[in-house]
Antibody, heavy 119, light 106 residues
Framework: EVQLVQSGAEVKKPGESLRISCKGS????????IDWVRQMPGKGLEWMGI????????RYSPSFQGQVTISVDKSISTAYLQLSSLKASDTAMYYC?????????????WGQGTMVTVS | IQLTQSPSFLSASVGDRVTITCRAS??????LAWYQQKPGKAPKLLIY???TLQSGVPSRFSGSGSGTEFTLTISSLQPEDFATYYC?????????FGGGSKVEIK
């Protein structure tokens, strides 16, 4: 079964850093870009950025540029989202999703989400 | 590119025909996807390329439109369809989502 499996829920203090992982399985990891999406409690979906596992090319939303870092280790089919200098406003569910960047395709496989609480 | 969904909330009954609209602030051809999200769950892709049904999605869901105006239609609402629906543009970076449309039971 094609899936993305994310690391578990985290509780952090303000000022701390955090890295969330997203491991792909049962497909060619290099063929699909990995996106990260934030969902604050009770709110909508926000696209944070994307990485190409093949060459580690990244793009960030201006809303998140400089606030987060997306990386990948294609040898273990895993993408990462690093959050630094955490604030209470970073409390949210974070999802990874894969995308075949032909443009027309949507995000067809999503991770289960990682809940981050900053308090 | 900003996406404006309407309505943001609607109350409907089982069997109703439901239509949700998504308007883009500039033309995006057919680079639009629709997702369904239930509480506590990850979003699920329903439609991509504005009108192509994702594999496994019931045929009561359909999408249409191009350019700046798009619609998601549920032909006969089922109990499992009560959820929040989001549109997303994939035309240009930054990729963006609409604000969501919550479908609740009347």
């Amino acid at each position: 079964e094609v899936q993305l499996v994310q690391s578990g829920a985290e509780v952090k203090k303000p000022g701390e850093s955090l890295r969330i992982s997203c491991k792909g399985s049962a497909y060619n990891f290099n063929n699909y870009w990995i996106d990260w999406v934030r969902q604050m409690p009770g709110k909508g979906l926000e696209w944070m950025g994307i990485i190409n596992p093949g060459d580690s090319e990244t793009r960030y939303s201006p809303s998140f540029q400089g606030q987060v870092t997306i990386s990948v280790d294609k040898s273990i089919s895993t993408a990462y989202l690093q959050l630094s200098s955490l604030k209470a406003s970073d409390t949210a569910m974070y999802y990874c999703a894969r995308w075949l960047p032909t443009g027309h395709d949507g995000f067809d496989i999503w991770g289960q989400g990682t809940m981050v609480t900053v308090s | 590119i900003q996406l404006t969904q309407s309505p943001s909330f609607l109350s409907a009954s089982v069997g109703d025909r439901v239509t949700i609209t998504c308007r883009a602030s500039q033309g995006i051809s057919s680079y639009l996807a629709w997702y369904q999200q239930k509480p506590g769950k990850a979003p699920k892709l329903l439609i991509y390329a504005a009108s192509t049904l994702q594999s496994g999605v019931p045929s009561r869901f359909s999408g249409s439109g191009s350019g700046t105006e798009f619609t998601l239609t549920i032909s006969s609402l089922q109990p499992e369809d009560f959820a929040t629906y989001y549109c997303q543009q994939l035309n240009s970076y930054p990729l963006t989502f609409g604000g969501g449309s919550k479908v609740e039971i009347k």
